[in-house]
T-cell receptor
């Protein structure tokens, strides 16, 4: 069966420090991968999605970037964190257009201080 | 532009009460999909249901039921005989056909008290 791993679960970082959140999917190949952010009191905002290795689409201009170095690995990064980057980050995947279900990881709570 | 509105920020009910979570969406596209997800305290979103824009049949799954009405652009979710385990944040979402973007509402926090 397919599983999605996301780590770390919680992270406290100072303003200006770098960020790297990792997400990996097991039990499937060539998934569509997504990074969402859930700010306090708000819905889920799509940040990036990827349909294949090295292919990244950005939904909103921001201080973050994403990379997909391997088929089942999706990384969210920042060179210098801002206070506004605080939030709950969720990685998700689905299989192309044939499967409508989006499966989410357990999330990372990021606090930038 | 597409948009999903969940006007109810928080709902509190007592166990065994029925509760309806509202969802109103906006889109000019004729082919789209609507979803409901549950986010328990653990944080992970759990898929509940998907409906496509051509299927307006209401659906029932155990204590859960969904009412899709294109005339009012609504996709409401009802929990019958609520239980404490139903306590969670529930998200409604919209995806336009042939796009990869899932547009979420702001969620409704449901608290079921014993």
């Amino acid at each position: 069966s397919q599983t999605i791993h996301q780590w770390p679960a919680t992270l406290v970082q100072p303003v200006g420090s770098p960020l790297s959140l990792e997400c990996t999917v097991e039990g499937t190949s060539n998934p569509n991968l997504y990074w969402y952010r859930q700010a306090a009191g708000r819905g889920l905002q799509l940040l990036f999605y990827s349909v294949g290795i090295g292919q990244i689409s950005s939904e909103v201009p921001q201080n973050l970037s994403a990379s997909r170095p391997q088929d089942r690995q999706f990384i969210l990064s920042s060179k210098k964190l801002l206070l506004s980057d605080s939030g709950f980050y969720l990685c998700a995947w689905r299989i192309g257009a044939t499967n409508e279900k989006l499966f989410f990881g357990s999330g990372t709570q990021l606090s930038v201080l | 532009a597409q948009k999903v509105t969940q006007a109810q920020t928080e709902i509190s009910v007592v166990e065994k009460e029925d509760v309806t979570l509202d969802c109103v969406y906006e889109t000019r596209d004729t082919t789209y999909y609507l979803f409901w997800y549950k986010q328990p305290p653990s944080g992970e979103l759990v898929f509940l249901i998907r409906r496509n824009s051509f299927d307006e049949q209401n659906e029932i799954s155990g204590r859960y039921s969904w009412n899709f009405q294109k005339s009012t652009s609504s996709f409401n979710f009802t929990i019958t005989a609520s239980q404490v385990v139903d306590s969670a944040v529930y998200f409604c979402a919209l995806r336009i056909y042939n796009t990869d973007k899932l547009i979420f509402g702001t969620g409704t926090r449901l608290q079921v008290f014993p």
